[in-house]
């Protein structure tokens, strides 16, 4: 159901993708390599599990590289609540592997919390952790520094 809010905001506050077919695509290859970063993440067998995740992540990183080609977010000029979704999931996986986003990915994760209300937010004193990761809580994770909630 995460999906259909985050897509129901992005109608309500005019970020929806200007190709809703392909805001669709990306949407549902971000949630796809971000519930396998959930099902190893949780595993007894994470050791042997990171390795085929990260060669699966690297694909879908390089994909992503295309698809956003020079523009500054996933679809150009406009943020969309997709960009959203993405740079929740680049946090989380930047915990896990962060030599795995480094160059565009990496500057596109600035610029979305770049973006001048994301900024404020993160600078605030209510944003109790600087990242926020929305489904991998320190406690379950089997892997060490996995994120979770700040002191």
Request: hydrophobic fraction near 35%.
């Amino acid at each position: 159901s995460s999906g259909i809010n985050a897509e129901y905001g992005g109608r309500k506050f005019d970020m929806m993708p200007p190709d809703v077919a392909r805001g669709d695509m990306v949407e549902q290859a971000i949630m796809d390599i971000r519930q396998f970063l959930g099902n190893i993440s949780y595993s007894p067998q994470f050791d042997i599990l990171k390795p085929v995740y990260l060669d699966k992540l690297r694909v879908h990183i390089e994909s992503l590289t295309n698809f956003m080609g020079d523009g500054p977010f996933l679809f150009g000029d406009k943020v969309t609540y997709i960009d959203f979704m993405a740079y929740a999931f680049l946090l989380c996986h930047r915990a896990l592997s962060p030599e795995n986003l480094e160059g565009p990915i990496d500057a596109y994760i600035g610029r979305v919390a770049n973006l001048p209300r994301i900024k404020e937010w993160l600078e605030s004193e209510e944003c109790t952790d600087r990242i926020y990761y929305f489904h991998y809580p320190r406690a379950h994770c089997t892997w060490p520094g996995a994120p979770g909630p700040g002191p």
